[in-house]
């Protein structure tokens, strides 16, 4: 079974720090692009952050200099180190992997559970 897990989402002060972790378990040959997504209660979901597998990123215009993405790809393993957090910030947070490559060869898109991340003020 192929599955991406998320950990790290918690409680946390404006302005701290929390780090974001998924990981992308089962038998995959590589994976194309990974990213972070986010929504909170009666918004859309948005892009936080995506990065490819050569190390090319993007972020959201709310998070350009806060926030930073970063994978391991022996790992399989998608982070994302939040800074300076806001309150607006709060949200559940969606890992994203695209063009799994799978044995068959067969290729998948997935999302992880989701981990909340809630920002005090």
């Known amino acids: 079974q192929v599955q991406l897990v998320e950990s790290g989402g918690g409680l946390v002060q404006s302005g701290g720090s929390l780090r974001l972790s998924c990981v992308a378990s089962?038998?995959?040959?590589?994976?194309?692009?990974m990213g972070w997504y986010r929504q909170a209660p009666g918004k859309e979901r948005e892009s936080v952050a995506t990065?490819?597998?050569?190390?090319?990123?993007h972020y959201g215009d709310s998070v350009k200099g806060r926030f930073t993405i970063s994978r391991d790809n022996a790992k399989n393993t998608v982070y994302l180190q939040m800074n300076s957090l806001k309150p607006e910030d709060t949200a559940v947070y969606y890992c994203?992997?695209?063009?799994?490559?799978?044995?068959?060869?067969?290729?998948?898109?997935?999302w992880g559970q989701g981990t909340l991340v809630t920002v005090f003020p």
């Open positions: 089962g038998t995959i040959f590589s994976i194309d692009g």
């Open positions: 990065i490819t597998r050569d190390g090319t990123t």
């Open positions: 994203n992997a695209d063009n799994v490559w799978l044995p068959g060869p067969k290729y998948l898109e997935l």
